[in-house]
Structure formats: structure tokens, C-alpha cells
């Protein structure tokens, strides 16, 4: 029985979430979150002002839901990407 449960953690394999080199590559052609709409410093980030746009070189579009209703701390101008460490 021991030997069953080894033969199948063998074929089920390593679960890795760590991003392989192929895909750190392509990862420059997803999306990512960009500046729709200048916004001034203190207004609400929304679904106006917020734009998920190709290429990928900023903040993945699954965070967007964390950003959304947040004061801006800066000034954005359009066409400007988020990046984590601003938040």
C-alpha cells in the first residue's frame, strides 16, 4: 500500500507556482494595468481611470479589484503603468 501511494505523489509530480523562464519571456506581451485618465492626487481610482492594455511591462490586471475605490498618493497622467511598490 505504502509503495501505491509513492508510485502516485511520483505521477502527480511538484507543484511549482514560480514563474519558469519561458513564461518570465512572454509575460512582456500580457496585459497589465495602465492610466486611462489623468488623475489628481486624493481621487478614487475606478473602472474609468484604470485600463488594462497590452504590453504587460506593469502590474498584473488580477490586482485591479485591490486597487479600485484607493485614494491616488500622486498625481498619474494618462498612459502611465502601476507598479506594485506604489501601493
Not at 519558469?20 to 492610466?35: D, E, G, H, I, T
Not at 475605490?69 to 507598479?83: H, L, Q, S, V
Request: glycine share 6%; charged share 40%.
Amino acid at each position: 500500500m505504502v509503495k501505491a501511494i509513492r508510485d502516485t505523489e511520483k505521477l502527480l509530480g511538484k507543484v511549482s507556482y514560480d514563474m519558469s523562464p519561458k513564461k518570465q519571456k512572454s509575460r512582456q506581451f500580457s496585459r497589465s494595468l495602465y492610466v486611462a485618465k489623468d488623475i489628481k492626487k486624493g481621487e478614487k481610482f475606478s473602472e474609468e481611470n484604470i485600463r488594462s492594455v497590452r504590453p504587460g511591462y506593469g502590474m498584473h490586471p488580477k490586482h485591479l479589484k485591490e486597487i479600485l475605490g484607493k485614494e491616488a498618493r500622486k498625481d498619474y497622467e494618462f498612459g502611465e503603468r502601476f507598479k506594485s511598490e506604489l501601493f
